[in-house]
C-alpha cells in the first residue's frame, strides 16, 4: 500500500504569527482526516520552529520548502539540510517549479540538494512538471522523464524509497486551472513506468502527488486516480478548511 500525503505548500505567504494560527487550524481538524492520509505543511524558513512547536507530538508532518546545495560555510542566505533536520523537519521540498524558474536550479543542483536531504533523514518531496509551451509542443513526456531520470536515477533503491514525487504541470499552479484526472493519470501512469525502469517493483510503493490548483472540488476526481496519491496544495492550503477539506477527499 502507498502512503497517501496532502502537504501544503505554503510558499512565501504569512507572518509568523499568521502561520502558527494556521498551523493551529489544521491541527484542530486533523481527526476528521482519514487515518491513512498524512498530512504535511510547509511554511517558510523563519516560521518553522513556531510551527513545529504547534505541531509537536501530533500526526502532521512538517517540511521545509528547499535547502542549500551545500554542507556548511560560506554560503550567505543559505540553510543547510542539517539545520532543517535539527529543528524537527522531517520533509523538504525540492526542485520546485518557481524556485527552477526563478532560482535557476538545475536537475544537477537537485541531484545535490537530494542527496543532502537524505543524508540528514529528510524525505525529499521531488516536483518535475512541464511548462504550457512543452505541453502543446507535445514535450511533457520528454520533460518530465528527463526529470525524474536525470535526478532520481542517480540514487540508490534504498534513498529511493524515502522520496515522494510530486507532479506539478507548471500551467496549473496558480492559475485556477487543473490538468484533468485523465492528463494527472496518463503522467503519473508515465512516472512510474518511467521508475521502474530504474527502480523495478518499488516504483509500486513511490508516493506521487498531484499539485496545480488543487481545491475541494476537484480533489476527489484526481484522488480517485490509479496513480494519484494525494496531492501538493498551494492556495488552498492556506486556508485551514479547504486544505482539511481536500484531505478528506479520498
Ligand atoms: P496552487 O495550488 O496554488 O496552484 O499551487 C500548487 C503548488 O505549486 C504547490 O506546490
Known sequence: MRKKIVAGNWKMNTTVAEGVQLAKDVLAKVSEVPADVKLVVAPPFVHISSVGAVLEGSSIGLSAQNCADEVKGAYTGEVSAKMLASVGVQYVILGHSERREYYGET????????????????????????????????????????????????????????????????????????????????????????????????????????????????????????????????????????????????
Open 107 to 250: 536537475n544537477a543542483k537537485l541531484v545535490k540538494k537530494i542527496g543532502l536531504a537524505l543524508g540528514e533523514g529528510l524525505a525529499p518531496i521531488y516536483c518535475v512538471g512541464e511548462k504550457l509551451e512543452e505541453r502543446e509542443a507535445g514535450k511533457h513526456f520528454e520533460v518530465v522523464g528527463s526529470q525524474i531520470k536525470e535526478v532520481l536515477f542517480t540514487l540508490s533503491a534504498e534513498q529511493m524509497k524515502s522520496v515522494v514525487i510530486a507532479y506539478e504541470p507548471v500551467w496549473a499552479i496558480g492559475t485556477g486551472k487543473t490538468a484533468t484526472s485523465e492528463q494527472a493519470q496518463e503522467i503519473h501512469s508515465f512516472i512510474r513506468a518511467t521508475l521502474a525502469e530504474q527502480f523495478g517493483a518499488l516504483a509500486e510503493e513511490i508516493t506521487i502527488l498531484y499539485g496545480g490548483s488543487c481545491k475541494p472540488s476537484n480533489a476527489k476526481e484526481l484522488f480517485a486516480q490509479k496513480d494519484i496519491d494525494g496531492g501538493l496544495i498551494g492556495g488552498a492550503a492556506l486556508v485551514a478548511d479547504d486544505f482539511v477539506a481536500i484531505a478528506k477527499s479520498f
